[in-house]
């Protein structure tokens, strides 16, 4: 099986996402409702990362507007690199794959223009963990719910976490009210993203990724409901896990 095809990857989904191109980056275009969730998402990996890894694991001494410097992570199913760019410019050392080589073309192209160093390489994560790699952090934000297989892709993605480091991903529970908010509001009566992006049966309760983590040795450490003010036009994280969350798991040292 080649690097960016895998029992993980779905067809329908790769050619849905690399349609995009540069529309990735376009803050009103078919991404806009995740360069709003983006600034929620970041400060939550920001503060979980620096609490988790103190300054004395680190090579170089950490400064205010570079709190992730030292960090080894790694953006699993980056697509154009909403996620990967903000964390390299807090100073981690970004790895960012996605078996979608368009997707990856125009994060490269979207990164030269900022002069951001990321890695930026057009495979799955199964050929990741089979390349024996090791990260502080894999995250995997919003990308569980595109999967075909999620049982590869947590395998996989367990394998690149180093001992005392962490996997977080963010994804949607699978309730009636993902169904009524994400499904009906944010694609058929908002339009937010375009109808048909997501399936709910591949939505994804907390405890279908915690549990899976655990058996293979990852052990959980945090969990955070994130929702959205309509009057204030912005994300805020919160208990309520019933429609996006994010979860993170770490493997003992």
Same mark, same amino acid.
Request: proline letters at 6%; charged letters at 25%; one cysteine or more.
């Given at each position: 099986?080649s690097?960016?095809?895998?029992?993980?990857?779905?067809?329908e989904?790769l050619?849905?996402?690399?349609?995009?191109?540069?529309k990735?980056w376009?803050?009103k275009?078919p991404?806009?409702?995740?360069? +709003?969730? $983006?600034?929620?998402?970041?400060?939550y990996?920001?503060?979980?990362?620096? =609490?988790?890894?103190?300054?004395s694991? +680190?090579?170089? /001494?950490? $400064?205010?507007e570079q709190?992730?410097?030292?960090?080894k992570?790694?953006d699993? &199913?980056? #697509?154009?690199?909403?996620l990967?760019?903000?964390?390299?410019?807090?100073?981690a /050392?970004?790895t =960012?794959?996605?078996?979608?080589?368009?997707?990856?073309? =125009?994060?490269?192209?979207?990164a030269e223009?900022? &002069?951001?160093?990321i890695?930026?390489?057009?495979v799955?994560?199964e050929?990741?963990a /089979?390349a024996?790699?090791k990260?502080d952090a894999?995250?995997?934000?919003e990308?569980?719910?595109?999967?075909?297989d999620?049982?590869?892709f947590?395998?996989?993605?367990?394998?690149?976490v180093?001992? &005392? #480091?962490?996997?977080v991903?963010?994804?949607l529970n699978?309730?009636?009210?993902s169904y009524?908010?994400?499904i009906?509001?944010?694609?058929?009566?908002?339009?937010?993203?375009?109808p048909?992006?997501?399936d709910?049966k +591949?939505?994804?309760?907390? $405890?279908?990724?915690?549990?899976p983590?655990? +058996?293979?040795?990852?052990k959980?450490?945090d969990?955070? &409901?994130?929702?959205y003010?309509?009057?204030a036009? /912005?994300?805020?994280?919160?208990?309520?896990?019933?429609?996006n969350?994010?979860?993170?798991l770490?493997r003992?040292?």
């Amino acid at each position: 099986m080649s690097e960016n095809r895998s029992a993980s990857t779905d067809p329908e989904e790769l050619a849905r996402f690399a349609r995009l191109g540069d529309k990735w980056w376009d803050l009103k275009g078919p991404q806009a409702a995740l360069h +709003k969730l $983006n600034p929620t998402r970041i400060g939550y990996l920001r503060n979980l990362l620096c =609490a988790h890894f103190p300054d004395s694991d +680190k090579p170089r /001494q950490r $400064n205010a507007e570079q709190p992730l410097t030292g960090l080894k992570i790694v953006d699993l &199913g980056c #697509g154009g690199g909403l996620l990967a760019e903000p964390l390299a410019q807090l100073g981690a /050392q970004v790895t =960012a794959i996605d078996p979608a080589e368009e997707n990856i073309l =125009a994060a490269r192209r979207h990164a030269e223009l900022g &002069g951001l160093a990321i890695d930026y390489r057009p495979v799955t994560v199964e050929a990741l963990a /089979q390349a024996n790699e090791k990260f502080d952090a894999v995250l995997a934000m919003e990308v569980l719910e595109h999967v075909a297989d999620v049982d590869s892709f947590l395998n996989a993605a367990a394998a690149l976490v180093r001992p &005392g #480091g962490l996997f977080v991903g963010a994804t949607l529970n699978r309730t009636l009210k993902s169904y009524a908010l994400a499904i009906v509001g944010a694609e058929y009566v908002l339009r937010w993203v375009e109808p048909g992006t997501h399936d709910w049966k +591949k939505f994804l309760r907390p $405890n279908e990724i915690a549990r899976p983590l655990e +058996k293979i040795g990852l052990k959980e450490i945090d969990r955070s &409901g994130m929702v959205y003010n309509p009057l204030a036009d /912005q994300w805020r994280l919160s208990g309520d896990m019933d429609v996006n969350y994010m979860i993170a798991l770490e493997r003992p040292a």
